[in-house]
């Protein structure tokens, strides 16, 4: 998907201030610990996010949307009722990335009515679903995947994996801003290969998630990947991730047809999905 709308300046920007960030001192990153939150908003070291039991060789930095109206709920699921946590350095990130978020939730409604025309259903069809998305934002830097003595990472390990584990993402779309690093994030083809997806200049990298495959009965198949940086240079990528309303039901679509009678037969919230991925997916590491 074109960053046209977005703006290249800007999104070049918010690459280069997230890797601002990772290049400020640990005890300066550390003030913005997940753990002065609800141990999801905030800055993760390295190796304290965790995919299917083993360390994802990252750091990262998380945002969400505000609780809001919804804090007494998100308080009694004992999830995500923080709090943002905005560095002060570099100066220009908050203003930078708040702007940012405006344009990309903008760009996803849009992305969601196109996809309900592509799909026969009216152009509005998402929007009840989608009018205030409970969005999530990480900020991902990636360092050669070497132990911190220069020798080569045990993958096999019981706890270090890569860089980030095969995953597919939660929600609807995930827009990614990547650096022009090659070779690092992979997707998993119908033949069973990883494939790299590069990134392209002027684009971002999209993934569907889970919400997707059920609303489309898995006409639309969430993107299994993963990252791999085995370059020599510190990745930065940026991506977003457009979710529906925390409260959404999220079933198939009645009038969607699937060949072979296959369909996703899930219902749920989504906000209860969600939580589901970040308590115990991406649960950090206590003895990190």
Request: net charge negative; glycine share 8%; aromatic share 12%.
């Amino acid at each position: 998907v074109s960053t046209q709308s977005t703006g290249e300046e800007l999104v070049r920007r918010v690459r280069e201030l997230g890797k601002e960030f990772f290049s400020l001192p640990e005890e300066e990153k550390n003030k913005l610990s997940i753990s002065n939150s609800d141990n999801a908003r905030g800055y993760q070291k390295l190796a304290e996010n965790v995919t299917k039991g083993k360390a994802d060789w990252h750091e990262g930095f998380d945002l969400y949307r505000e609780p809001g109206d919804l804090e007494p709920l998100l308080k009694e699921k004992g999830a995500l009722y923080g709090h943002n946590q905005w560095p002060t350095k570099p100066a220009e990130f908050r203003p930078t990335y708040e702007l940012y978020i405006q344009k990309l939730r903008t760009l996803g409604t849009q992305i969601m009515r196109l996809m309900a025309l592509g799909l026969d259903l009216q152009e509005s069809f998402f929007d009840e679903f989608i009018a205030e998305p409970f969005w999530y934002f990480r900020v991902i830097g990636y360092p050669n995947l070497r132990t911190k003595d220069g020798a080569d990472l045990d993958q096999n390990s019981a706890e270090v994996g890569i860089s980030c584990g095969e995953h597919t993402d939660y929600g609807c779309l995930t827009m990614v801003n990547q650096d022009e690093t090659r070779g690092a994030l992979q997707v998993l083809a119908a033949t069973g290969e990883w494939i790299n997806a590069n990134p392209i200049p002027g684009c971002f990298v999209m993934n569907l998630g889970d919400v997707l495959k059920v609303w489309t009965r898995g006409r639309y198949q969430s993107t299994l990947h993963r990252v791999m940086n085995t370059n020599s240079e510190y990745r930065i990528s940026v991506p977003f991730f457009f979710e529906p309303n925390f409260k959404a039901i999220i079933k198939p679509i009645e009038s969607i047809q699937v060949e072979g009678g296959a369909a996703e037969s899930k219902e749920f919230m989504y906000g209860d999905h969600l939580i589901s991925k970040v308590n115990y997916n991406f649960q950090p590491r206590t003895n990190a």
